[in-house]
């Protein structure tokens, strides 16, 4: 089942966004961080429909970068349940209205203005590894509008250049299916975080640079996550794709 795609419209400057970017980077996640885990954690972990794979190849401590892939609102919930860690990840610029902009401000949530060459992001999660945090930002930008990942936006290799932190590259499969919930009950989503990689450092990469990067990371996010396509993928996809003639999309849409 397509999803429409989705229109990124906010009429605020930048100068809207710097609470929250000052709250963030300032103050590690609040409370309310855990506040949110438990009422996830009671609504979905308990259900025991979300597994990780590999989760000791996540460093201990000192800045991380979550590169995973994106199909659902709540991606950031599976890549983090599993971990004692508290991860902070980046959302669009139009939720950061209230009353729900106080909870993910004070959640470790900063915002990022679509389509605005947004730097003030790049400066909050660089600020988030400086003080030895976990930041995710997906590696295509947004979320697969269908049932498979599709290309990788520069963003993500920018952000490993420009800090020269270890980036986790992080398949979450599974959760394409939670728009078709009310055919086929909750999915099982798995998550699979790869071994770290490590990028040199350079301070102002070139947009060339940042793709190559983002490339290279999402290779690996691809890899793992086909892998448990074939491994994971449920019968009642499978019976759906043999009676529609659907042919796995194993390749990204730029690279067909």
């Known amino acids: 089942m397509a999803m429409k795609e989705q229109v990124y419209?906010?009429?605020?400057?930048?100068?809207?966004?710097?609470?929250?970017?000052?709250?963030?980077?300032?103050?590690?996640?609040?409370?309310?961080?855990?506040?949110?885990?438990?009422?996830?954690?009671?609504t979905y972990g308990a259900l025991d429909r979300v597994a990780a794979i590999d989760v000791q190849n996540v460093p201990r401590a000192g800045g991380t970068i979550f590169v995973p892939n994106h199909f659902s609102f709540i991606d950031h919930f599976f890549t983090g349940i599993h971990l004692r860690r508290k991860l902070q990840f980046m959302a669009k610029s139009q939720l950061f209205k209230p009353?729900?902009?106080?909870?993910?401000?004070?959640?470790?949530?900063?915002p990022v203005m679509r389509g605005?060459?947004?730097?003030?992001?790049?400066?909050?999660?660089?600020?988030?590894?400086?003080r030895g945090g976990v930041?995710?930002?997906y590696a295509e930008g947004g979320r697969s509008r269908d049932y498979y990942p599709t290309v990788a936006k520069r963003?993500?290799?920018?952000?490993?250049?420009?800090?020269?932190?270890?980036?986790?590259?992080?398949?979450?499969?599974?959760s394409q299916f939670l728009r078709d919930v009310k055919r086929h009950w909750f999915p099982k989503v798995i998550v699979r975080y790869g071994r770290p990689l490590q990028f040199t450092q350079i301070?102002?990469?070139?947009?060339?640079q940042s793709q190559i990067v983002s490339e290279e990371i999402f290779r690996r996010v691809l890899e793992m996550w086909w892998e448990m396509d074939a491994e994971f993928e449920p019968k009642w996809r499978?019976?759906?794709?043999?009676?529609?003639?659907?042919?796995p999309r194993r390749t990204p849409p730029a690279a067909q």
Do not use: C, W
């Open 155 to 174: 963003g993500a290799g920018q952000l490993a250049i420009m800090s020269g932190k270890p980036v986790v590259p992080v398949a979450i499969y599974g």
């Open 99 to 110: 009353p729900l902009d106080f909870v993910y401000s004070h959640g470790g949530v900063f």
């Open 135 to 137: 930041a995710q930002m």
């Open 9 to 42: 419209i906010d009429e605020r400057d930048a100068a809207g966004m710097a609470k929250y970017h000052e709250r963030v980077r300032n103050h590690k996640p609040s409370a309310m961080y855990d506040l949110v885990r438990v009422v996830m954690t009671g």
């Open 238 to 247: 499978r019976a759906e794709r043999a009676r529609t003639g659907e042919v």
């Open 203 to 208: 301070d102002e990469p070139t947009k060339e």
């Open 116 to 130: 605005k060459g947004d730097t003030e992001t790049f400066i909050t999660a660089k600020a988030i590894l400086d």
